[in-house]
């Protein structure tokens, strides 16, 4: 019996139907196409990935489904690993091609690609992969990236259409099973909801009100809530992509209000793609030195401070209020997260890579090329980037100086006065019966000694520095992440 041609809509990090090459493509041909998405297990299990994630992109497909569902398509939902299940889907149709964005993930799903490219070389299917925002593949340096960023950025925006084509009749043997959907369904009212519809919604409401208070409130651990975009999720996904934002803030731009705030989010988006961009060229920020030279830092490794820090019990109220807040929402701001890392790898003497992975779930706007390479800039392991140590008592006093976020995420905090919310060991014993409040008992102690740490955080890193082969590898690293003009 002769198998009906096809091709392959492969989603990914693309979860989407606006501004899409891979759809736009498969329409464009005369044949009928398929869209399918993978959760590959070998992927599932790895120790980046989450519930909070896996629900995000299900929510995500179903979004896109209800989109498609007029047109008689749908994107078949598979579980199992990639390679098995092109090998079945072969067995039932065709194929002619696959469409995909390519995609800047860890080494696994680069491994997961290199085989499922020899398998299409093998049975003559052509894989195209289309440019993901402004990330470029192949490159050995940055010459010229800014203005190709810019191109792609004013590039025309896709208007996909979708044409009705005869429903196809496809035995999905690979199904997701009933048990993990529940899962991880079970406990999402706490996050950003999933889908290109959402993103929309977040998008318009941050355009045309929430605006106005970002640059002014991007540090605040609370207001940030609120005036921050809040879009990371759905850009890390592909709800939406970097362009479509860009039109959008683009076309606010001409309103000329809150410019200052455009104008920093832009950046922002550029930013994105510039720390992507790294990772693309080097994925072994996921689980190496960057800068080889730090290869010869030693840290001890004490199981104790990191099941503090994981459990938002070191006894410093920001820090275990952002450990907190993320762990029950998968966001917090910018300054926070640098400040986790910090405090981690500075203050308690951590190894970066006994944190990276437990962060990695927690966040739901999870990018690998952002999260590795940020995670390593914060560690102050890159030998480029300017060292921060970040000091969760004056953080705390400058950005949540009525401790209206420690109070949120801490309740055991919650009627103790300003005067102490940030630094509560120093409540006398007179005071502790007034507030009926004990450092060690209702609330941990803290587990070190901030001034100490961090000043032997600031002689072990910067005398560091001075290493041969970290200023050797800064060369190199230079060269090939900084445009040098």
């Known amino acids: ?6 091709n ?11 501004d899409h090459e891979s759809f736009h493509a498969a329409e464009s041909k005369n ?35 209800k989109k498609l569902s007029s047109f008689n398509k749908e994107v078949e939902i598979l579980y199992g690993p990639s390679l098995d299940i092109f090998k079945y889907l072969i067995t039932q149709y065709k194929i002619e091609n696959i469409f995909s964005y390519q995609e800047s993930g860890i080494k696994e799903s680069w491994q997961r690609d290199i ?51 005869k429903k196809l009749k496809f035995l999905n043997k690979f199904p997701l099973p009933k048990k993990l959907i529940n899962r991880i369904n079970s406990n999402l009212n706490s996050f950003q909801p999933g889908g290109e519809s959402m993103a929309w919604k977040y998008l318009k409401s941050f355009c045309n009100k929430r605006i106005s208070g970002y640059a002014y409130n991007i540090s605040k651990p ?28 683009i076309k606010l731009k001409k309103k000329n209000k809150n410019l200052r705030s455009i104008n920093a989010v832009i950046s922002r988006l550029h930013w994105h793609c510039h720390f992507i961009q790294k990772f693309e060229v080097d994925c072994t920020y996921e689980t190496d030195f960057i800068n080889k030279g730090f290869n010869s830092l030693k840290r001890k490794n004490n199981i104790k401070y990191i099941k503090a820090w994981e459990e938002g019990k070191t006894g410093y109220p920001l820090v275990d209020a952002s450990m907190r807040a993320v762990k029950n929402t998968g966001w917090i701001n910018f300054r926070m997260r640098a400040m986790l890392v910090s405090f981690f790898v ?19 706007d999870y990018e690998p090329g952002i999260h590795y390479t940020q995670f390593q800039m914060q560690a102050g392991t890159t030998g480029i980037n300017t060292i921060r140590i ?30 102490f919310i940030h630094e509560p060991w120093l409540i006398s ?29 600031k002689e072990k890193i910067w005398g560091h520095l001075k290493n041969k082969k970290v200023k050797d590898e800064k060369k190199r690293i230079l060269n090939t992440h900084v445009n040098q003009k």
């Open 115 to 165: 085989k499922v490219r020899k398998f299409c070389n093998e049975n003559s299917i052509n894989w195209i992969e289309f440019q993901r925002d402004g990330i470029i593949r192949g490159i050995k340096d940055r010459k010229n990236w800014n203005k190709n960023w810019h191109i792609q950025m004013h590039s025309q925006i896709i208007e996909n259409s979708f044409k009705k084509q």
């Open 222 to 249: 609370e207001k940030s809530r609120i005036s921050c975009s809040r879009l990371s999720p759905y850009i890390s996904w592909g709800n939406l992509n970097i362009k479509l934002v860009y039109h959008h803030l």
């Open 31 to 65: 044949i009928p196409y398929l869209p399918v998405y993978i959760f590959d297990n070998d992927l599932i299990d790895y120790p980046d990935t989450s519930d909070r994630h896996l629900g995000f992109i299900y929510n995500s497909l179903i979004d896109i489904n």
């Open 1 to 6: 019996m002769r198998k009906l041609a096809i």
């Open 390 to 419: 970040y000091n969760p008592v004056k953080n705390s006093k400058d950005h949540d100086p009525e401790g209206v976020f420690i109070k949120k995420w801490i309740p055991e905090l919650k009627n103790i006065p300003k005067e």
């Open 346 to 364: 500075h203050n308690l003497d951590q190894d970066w890579r006994d944190g990276v992975y437990f962060l990695a779930k927690q966040f739901l």
């Open 429 to 457: 014993e007179m005071e502790s019966k007034i507030y009926k409040f004990k450092v060690g008992k209702d609330y941990p102690s803290p587990i070190v000694n901030l001034k100490e740490t961090s000043k032997h955080a």
């Open 8 to 18: 392959i809509v492969w989603i990914k990090r693309d979860l989407r139907t606006l």
